[in-house]
């Protein structure tokens, strides 16, 4: 159904109706990130080992710690900004990112997996050499 204005919809415009289930979505977000990571991956002829730098949305770090451990990455190469910052939202990783390079802990030929999940769970990755 269109409406035609928001006294039409009424309370369906309302933000009181946005909720979230966190146990749920941190369920999703640590089966989703490391097999997107994993299929892109796969799509570069490329293992866990050869990545250098993972760079999550900053989220929560429970659901980074829990995405690197179910891809056999130690806490060396994990790049977190979220203690800082908290969750900056659909900038958290590109700041992560930025944090990073400026720090020089990523250097020109590094291998940087980089994955964002978010609203209506969704999701992505990709690989890049810096």
């Given at each position: 159904?269109?409406?035609?204005?928001?006294?039409?919809?009424?309370?369906?415009?309302?933000?009181?109706n946005?909720?979230?289930?966190?146990?749920?979505?941190?369920k999703?977000?640590?089966?989703?990130?490391?097999?997107?990571?994993?299929?892109?991956?796969?799509?570069?002829?490329?293992q866990?080992?050869?990545?250098?730098?993972?760079?999550?949305?900053?989220?929560?770090?429970?659901?980074?710690?829990?995405?690197?451990?179910?891809?056999?990455?130690?806490?060396?190469?994990?790049?977190?900004?979220?203690?800082?910052?908290?969750?900056t939202?659909?900038?958290?990783?590109?700041?992560?990112?930025?944090?990073?390079?400026?720090?020089?802990n990523?250097?020109?030929?590094?291998?940087?997996?980089?994955?964002?999940?978010?609203?209506g769970?969704?999701?992505?990755?990709?690989?890049?050499?810096?």
């Amino acid at each position: 159904k269109v409406w035609r204005s928001d006294s039409e919809a009424g309370e369906l415009t309302s933000y009181d109706n946005i909720g979230m289930n966190g146990q749920d979505v941190f369920k999703f977000a640590v089966r989703a990130v490391p097999m997107t990571i994993k299929e892109s991956l796969k799509n570069a002829h490329m293992q866990p080992e050869e990545i250098d730098h993972l760079v999550l949305h900053q989220a929560n770090q429970r659901i980074i710690d829990a995405a690197a451990q179910r891809l056999g990455l130690g806490d060396d190469k994990v790049v977190s900004n979220i203690a800082e910052y908290g969750n900056t939202s659909a900038a958290s990783v590109p700041l992560a990112l930025c944090e990073a390079v400026e720090s020089g802990n990523v250097k020109r030929g590094d291998v940087v997996a980089m994955a964002g999940f978010g609203a209506g769970l969704t999701w992505a990755s990709c690989l890049l050499k810096w």
